[in-house]
T-cell receptor, first 113, second 112 residues
Framework: DVKVTQSSRYLVKRTGEKVFLECVQDMDHENMFWYRQDPGLGLRLIYFSYDVKMKEKGDIPEGYSVSREKKERFSLILESASTNQTSMYLC????????????FGSGTRLTVV | RKEVEQDPGPFNVPEGATVAFNCTYSNSASQSFFWYRQDCRKEPKLLMSVYSSGNEDGRFTAQLNRASQYISLLIRDSKLSDSATYLCVVNPFTGGGNKLTFGTGTQLKVEL
């Protein structure tokens, strides 16, 4: 089974802090994604990467950056956390094929106070 | 218009009922379609892919209508354990990478 592991299940951070969310997958998938999920808004794509050191903005990249130095690891960085970034963050990975579905990590519930 | 639209529900049905969800998508060039299931406070998990010819997996049947740009999911003989949110997912094939677009989900509650 493909495993996507997110480093923290719950996080509480203060406004203005720099926050790192880590995601690791173990099945050699080319594509990795970061989403946030909020009630009524569904899943919104923040950033994605289709290869090492490659990154593309999603629909809501403002206030976030990413890093992909190794194929298996995709990090999401909140440069200066704000209360409106309180959310559930979900990492996913997939093969490149357009017919491939995603495998998600179990999510990180981030609260910014 | 949203790229993927679903009725948010909730659909409250008795155990044993048959329930159907529909979903519409806006990009006629879309090629891949999926249904995901998400339990409360958990991550989405792939339920099934949706093929042009339709496909069935046990009590679950998925259909695709390209002409009308909608996808359906039929659940027969509903179980309490089917209670979850069902996400309609489309690959619009825009830009690079395997980028999926998710609907906001339809909530199903199966009751005794």
């Amino acid at each position: 089974d493909v495993k996507v592991t997110q480093s923290s299940r719950y996080l509480v951070k203060r406004t203005g802090e720099k926050v790192f969310l880590e995601c690791v997958q173990d099945m050699d998938h080319e594509n990795m994604f970061w989403y946030r999920q909020d009630p009524g808004l569904g899943l919104r794509l923040i950033y994605f990467s289709y290869d090492v050191k490659m990154k593309e903005k999603g629909d809501i990249p403002e206030g976030y950056s990413v890093s992909r130095e190794k194929k298996e690891r995709f990090s999401l960085i909140l440069e200066s956390a704000s209360t409106n970034q309180t959310s559930m963050y979900l990492c996913a990975s997939s093969l490149s094929a357009g017919s491939a579905g995603y495998t998600f990590g179990s999510g990180t519930r981030l609260t910014v106070v | 218009r949203k790229e993927v639209e679903q009725d948010p529900g909730p659909f409250n049905v008795p155990e044993g009922a048959t329930v159907a969800f529909n979903c519409t998508y806006s990009n006629s060039a879309s090629q891949s379609f999926f249904w995901y299931r998400q339990d409360c406070r958990k991550e989405p998990k792939l339920l099934m892919s949706v093929y042009s010819s339709g496909n069935e997996d046990g009590r679950f049947t998925a259909q695709l209508n390209r002409a009308s740009q909608y996808i359906s999911l039929l659940i027969r003989d509903s179980k309490l354990s089917d209670s979850a949110t069902y996400l309609c997912v489309v690959n619009p094939f825009t830009g690079g990478g395997n980028k999926l677009t998710f609907g906001t989900g339809t909530q199903l509650k199966v009751e005794l």
